[in-house]
């Protein structure tokens, strides 16, 4: 991953460029449902995931079984039922996962449009964390990376404030205009 940045300093009319040597390997993926309930505080559960070597032939992805148990968990810990607002990565439309979510009354599950990630409240915690945790960092090694992410991740996840933000940012609310059966 390289690290993003946010101030540099050169001298006056030079152009400062950040060196990183390496590509993308892809090494850790992190799924994360943001969870907002009314008069709730809004949790944020997150499973980040270290993958194996993708050189002998190691999936770089969230599979549709760790999606599976990051729902089962999410149940678990919010001891309650719950609605499922998705984008469409091609994993959450997996016909296992889909078997999965079908076969459980406790989630019920809805897909964003295509291509609109502005309505998906966690893409502005990946922003966040991006401009927060990770800013002007070159890690040292894949436990370094995993270690920042957990922090920045927990400083989010205790912050409610900057969950509920996000979802305002995206215009969405917690009410729904649709008229509910008597």
Known sequence: MT????????????????????????????????????????????RPKRHGDHKRGGRRIFTWTDYRDLLISAHQQLGAPFVLVWDNL???????LRQFIDTHD???????????????PV??????????????TAFTDPDHLMSALRRGLRQVQYRSNLIDGRLTETGLTLTTSRQQRQ
Request: with cysteine; glycine share 4%; hydrophobic share 30%.
């Open 3 to 46: 690290p993003p940045t946010a101030r540099t300093c050169a001298r006056r009319g030079r152009t400062p460029v950040i060196r990183v040597r390496g590509r993308s390997q892809r090494r850790f993926s992190v799924a994360a449902p943001a969870c907002y309930k009314h008069g709730e505080r809004s949790r944020l559960i997150y």
């Open 123 to 136: 893409e502005g915690i990946w922003s966040l964390l991006r401009r927060s945790s990770q800013v002007n």
């Open 90 to 96: 091609n994993v959450h439309k997996d016909r296992q």
């Open 106 to 120: 406790w989630i019920t599950c809805y897909f964003l449009p295509a291509y609109a990630p502005d309505l998906n």
